[in-house]
Nanobody
Framework: QVLLVESGGGSAQAGGSLRLSCAAS????????MGWFRQAPGKGREGVAT????????DYADSVKGRFTVSQDIAKNTVYLQMNSLKPEDTAMYYC??????????????????WGQGTQVTVSS
């Protein structure tokens, strides 16, 4: 079983930046894909970005393309989400998740079986 712990959330002004981290522990070799998701108050959870743990290819939601960057440090079992040019609509609880579905690394929530507890991001205008 993999344990995921997010950190790095907080408050920022519109146009600012934050960097989220997700540290994985436990049996991490089985992960095929890592993802970042978010959920704003009163809304459903949505995919933000994913990264293939093997090849490092990434996928992004249209709403964050060009502003957010997902990366990984395999040696540290850590995935990052660099968020630049933040907007008030980026305000949400951000979750890190792990998928064990080999051959797929999309933003489909159903593929992700292990979730962290989340870290809050608040962007003010």
């Amino acid at each position: 079983q993999v344990l995921l712990v997010e950190s790095g959330g907080g408050s920022a002004q519109a146009g600012g930046s934050l960097r989220l981290s997700c540290a994985a522990s436990g049996y991490t070799r089985s992960r095929s894909c890592m993802g970042w998701f978010r959920q704003a108050p009163g809304k459903g959870r949505e995919g933000v970005a994913t990264i293939n743990t093997g090849g490092g290819s990434a996928d992004y939601a249209d709403s964050v393309k060009g502003r957010f960057t997902v990366s990984q440090d395999i040696a540290k079992n850590t995935v990052y989400l660099q968020m630049n040019s933040l907007k008030p609509e980026d305000t949400a609880m951000y979750y890190c998740a792990a998928s064990y579905v080999w051959g797929s690394c999309s933003l489909r929530i159903a593929d992700f079986a292990t979730w962290g507890q989340g870290t809050q991001v608040t962007v003010s205008s």
